[in-house]
Structure formats: C-alpha cells, structure tokens
C-alpha cells in the first residue's frame, strides 16, 4: 500500500511541478519562457484533487488525492530566474476492497530548486514576443515517508514561447535524471504543448487592463520503465496586473501504465500573485 | 474709483456675453456643444499627471498580458527621479512623469526596460 502512495503521490507532484509556470500568458500545466522582471517576486498556489484507480486481477483500488504546490519566482535579473516549488500533500486516500481504506495526514513532499535562463528573445511588436529559455535545477529528497524519493535527481529541458496579438503557443521538455536505484530509479520525460487564446478584451483597455485567456494543453509524461501517459487539458485565467486566478482540468488521452495506478482526472484551481 | 467704473461695465459686458453663450437654444444641446465650456478650457487630470515639459515617452515591445505592465511599472515607479508611470499594453507606449528639478535621465529609463525584460524600441525625452 505504502509503495502505491508514494508511486501515484510522486507522479502527481510531478504533473503539477517542474518548471516554475508562474508567469502569465502562461499556461496552467506547462512552461513558458517569460520571466519576472529584476528583483520581481511571483508567488503561485495550485490545488489539485486527483482521482486515480488500479484494476488488476489481485488489487482493485481507489485513490483520491489532495495536494497543494506553493511556487516562489524570484527574478535575479531579466534573463536570470530562480524558482522554488514546495509540493504539500494534503490528503491521500486509497481504498482497497481487500484490505480496507488507508488514509494519510498532510505531508510535505520534495522541494524543487529550479532556474531559467533566457538564450533568446525577439520582441517583434507591442503584444508580441518569441522566446526561448534553458531549464535546469534539482530535485531534492527534502519529503517525508512515502511522499519522498531517495535521490538528488538532477532537471534539464527548454522551453519555446510564441506571443502573436491575441494568440500564444508554448513548448516545453523536461528530463528528470533519477540517480536513485531501483523502482525508484526510472527517469522522467515531460512534454507540453499549449495554445492559448485571449478570449477577451479584443483591444487591452488603457487602464488597469484584464484579460480572460483559454487554454488547451497536451501534457505528456514518459518514463524510461516505459509507462506513457497523455493528458489533454483546457483551462481558463484571469489576468489582472497583479493577479491571476486560474482553474484546469486534466483529462487521460492515453495511458500505458505497468508501473503505477491510472488517474481518472485532475481538477486544479490557483491563483499568482507579484510583488 | 476710477477703477470701479471700469470694472462694472466690464463685468456686465462679460456676463452678457457668457449668458449668449451658453444660453439653451431650440436646436438643442447639439449646439451647445460646440461652444466651449470653462471645463474645457482647463487642463485635463491626465495634462496635469502627465505634464508635457517632464513627461518622458517610451515605445516598448513585447508585453504579452497584463501581468507584463506591473513589471514596467515597479521597474520605472522605483526609480528616484520618477513621479508616476503609465502603460498602455495595447500600444506598449509608457509614459513617465519626471521629478521637476533632478528627473530621471535617459539612462536610467533605458535600463530600467531593460531590468523589466522587455525591448525598448523608442525613447521621447522632455525638451
């Protein structure tokens, strides 16, 4: 039982964390190459709630899980970020028909120290940008119990941003290196993809300007025990100059899983705010 | 009393004259309206926050949201030599009221863009 946990805990965490998503026109679950300004502070707070299950012939369970991911930006300069990402469990439950229900208290999980660096950026009009920005940091096993690996496990990847009037494109990949050994020894591959559009206003207003962006992202994970999962995930923001409050739904394309249990659906809500 | 008499004829002049101006004519308010009022005819808020002697204008490029012109704007509001700052992000055009007497320079404006992340096309300094 303990073992599930950690496995569906960690892979959670792992969908709502790497990369430091805390800037806006910026997608819910995916990267995106801008950054806060010098000595800008972005804080940003999810909570998730996943429901998840494994059916095979000797267990059959159900898995519910709530966790919350607090994300501190910081900017060192314009091309330099810093980021922070504390992952909180704060409920999990599994039930098992055999063996009964097993639930656990808040616990924190592993800290991700992460930063980008911007190689590039054209800035081709008012509302209009292309940027390209290298994503390294660590992973570090700071968890407690189940809600911990047991390696410092090294990040890098890049990730690409388009911004063309009303319209955004982001693409992102990240490789886990798990120098830890074992089950525990499987590296990670996440991919995004996202689109978002500026549903409204048509033209920024002059002051206080807000905007209601969509989005819809392909969010994809690989591990090298050769587990795929694909989600597909519209989602909705709230931008105001300070503020963003933001709400996700995450939903299974496909799902090739020998090693941990399937996730029926992720609902996220959020909100970032900047300093 | 030489001046009083002057000043009352003066006065009944101008009187009679604003009345005609503004008095209520049977084509209605759309006449009125192209005459100018005293409102009007004084500065607006805007001239007044943003004074054209030590208001500087910066184009910038590559503000994607709103999330964008907090950025610039605690870049530039930080500043000593800055009295206020406004961001249009549809036009990326900032303007920035000077501190009379030891404003800001063009330097400092230039990276303090710069400091925000974004690309500063053009710069209007005050004559």
């Excluded at chain 1, 095979?56 to 990402?85: F, Q």
């Excluded at chain 1, 525990?184 to 206003?201: E, Q, V």
């Excluded at chain 2, 005293?38 to 805007?46: H, I, K, R, T, V």
Aim: charged share 20%.
């Amino acid at each position: 039982m303990m073992r599930l946990g950690r496995v569906l805990v960690l892979s959670v965490l792992v969908l709502t964390g790497v990369g430091g998503r805390a800037y806006a026109q910026a997608p819910i679950n995916s990267n995106v190459a801008l950054q806060p300004s010098k000595d800008g502070l972005i804080i940003r707070q999810q909570f998730r709630y996943t429901k998840g299950e494994q059916s095979r012939s000797t267990t059959n369970l159900d898995i519910e899980l709530a966790s919350t991911d607090t994300t501190l930006v910081y900017g060192v300069s314009d091309k330099l970020t810093l980021i922070l990402d504390t992952p909180l469990v704060l409920s999990r439950r599994i039930e098992n028909r055999t063996t009964g229900r097993d639930d656990t208290d808040s616990e924190f999980a592993d800290l991700r120290f992460l930063s980008k660096i911007r190689l590039f950026r054209n800035d081709f009009g008012p509302n209009d940008t292309t940027r390209f920005d290298l994503i390294g940091g660590l992973e570090i096993p700071t968890g407690r119990d189940e809600f911990r690996s047991d390696s410092i496990d090294p990040i890098l990847g890049g990730v690409f941003t388009h911004v063309e009037g009303r319209h955004a494109f982001d693409a992102d990949a990240t490789w886990k290196f798990n120098t830890g050994s074992g089950d525990r020894g499987t590296d990670l591959l996440k991919y995004d993809l996202a689109y978002l559009y500026r549903l409204s206003p048509e033209t920024y207003a002059s002051m206080r300007p807000t905007a209601i962006f969509g989005s819809v992202e392909l969010n994809g994970f690989y591990e090298t025990n050769n587990d795929n999962e694909l989600f597909v995930s519209p989602g909705i923001q709230y931008v105001m100059t300070r503020w963003i409050i933001e709400a996700t739904v995450q939903i299974p394309v496909w799902q090739d899983l020998n090693h941990r249990v399937e996730r029926d659906f992720i609902v996220g809500i959020g909100f970032r705010v900047q300093f | 009393m030489k001046s009083y008499s002057l000043l009352v004829p003066t006065t009944v002049a101008t009187l009679l004259a604003a009345g005609c101006q503004t008095a209520p004519s049977s084509t209605g308010d759309a006449q009125m309206s192209s005459v100018p009022t005293p409102q009007a005819q004084l500065p607006s808020p805007e001239t007044i926050a943003f004074p054209a002697d030590r208001t500087a204008t910066l184009w910038v490029k590559g503000l994607a949201c709103p999330y964008c012109v907090h950025n610039i704007d605690r870049q530039l509001a930080a500043m000593e030599g800055v009295e206020r700052v406004h961001v249009d992000l549809q036009t990326g055009k900032v303007r920035v009221a000077l501190v009379a007497g030891h404003p800001a320079t063009r330097q400092q404006l230039v990276k303090a863009i710069g400091d925000s992340g974004f690309t500063l096309d053009r710069i209007e300094m005050p004559r």
